[in-house]
T-cell receptor, first 115, second 110 residues
């Protein structure tokens, strides 16, 4: 089965610019997660979707970050405007039915560098 | 709420054993273990649920002490492929979301 797809893989932008990341989860997976992983740290949950509804976005900096999941499948994460501290790898993951369903399948990530 | 992992780093020779610990200040509902190799996505290893249920790979073992709010991952007869950073993710209550620790970097040398 195909894994979680993410694009782009790498992005370099200047501060105050905007950027968008795309994620296509494994087919049939109801739960989709966006994580931010800063170098040397563990992944930090930004937002969690169940189908196309938001389950948790308590750690999403809503003044600059937004995310949506269209028709309960693909998802986009946007940053506008970007700050230097947003430099990180943005990981998308999916699972069949939340944590109770077992493992999360991670995509390869998008490495964002803000200069 | 971030769990504390120890040690931060460990270096082994092939065939040696290692234990990685994860502790939380909050009551845990489940603990999830992942391994991440440099430049790659995290890969699932194991889930330990409150009540004793475990789901994971056959060659990986772990424990979950609910009273102490701790989990340990046991890596026996290590192989070169075990190298990577190991993260524990903890679920508090029935929150359905994971908080990951800072990771333990494991290096296995020939």
């Amino acid at each position: 089965e195909a894994g979680v797809a993410q694009s782009p893989r790498y992005k370099i932008i200047e501060k105050r610019q905007s950027v968008a990341f795309w994620c296509n989860p494994i087919s049939g997976h109801a739960t989709l997660y966006w994580y931010q992983q800063i170098l040397g740290q563990g992944p930090k949950l930004l937002i969690q979707f169940q189908n196309n509804g938001v389950v948790d976005d308590s750690q999403l900096p809503k003044d600059r970050f937004s995310a949506e999941r269209l028709k309960g499948v693909d998802s986009t994460l946007k940053i506008q405007p970007a700050k230097l501290e947003d430099s990180a790898v943005y990981l998308c993951a999916s699972s069949p039915s939340g944590l109770a369903g077992g493992e999360q399948y991670f995509g390869p990530g998008t490495r964002l560098t803000v200069t | 709420q971030q769990p504390v992992q120890s040690p931060q780093a460990v270096i082994l020779r092939e065939g040696e054993d290692a234990v990685i610990n994860c502790s939380s200040s909050k009551a845990l509902y489940s603990v999830h273990w992942y391994r991440q190799k440099h430049g790659e996505a995290p890969v699932f290893l194991m889930i330990l649920l409150k009540g004793g249920e475990q789901k994971g790979h056959e060659k990986i073992s772990a424990s979950f002490n609910e009273k102490k709010q701790q989990s340990s991952l046991y890596l026996t007869a290590s192989q070169l492929s075990y190298s990577g950073t190991y993260f524990c993710g903890t679920e508090i209550g029935g929150s359905e979301k994971l908080v990951f620790g800072k990771g333990t970097k494991l290096t296995v040398n020939p």
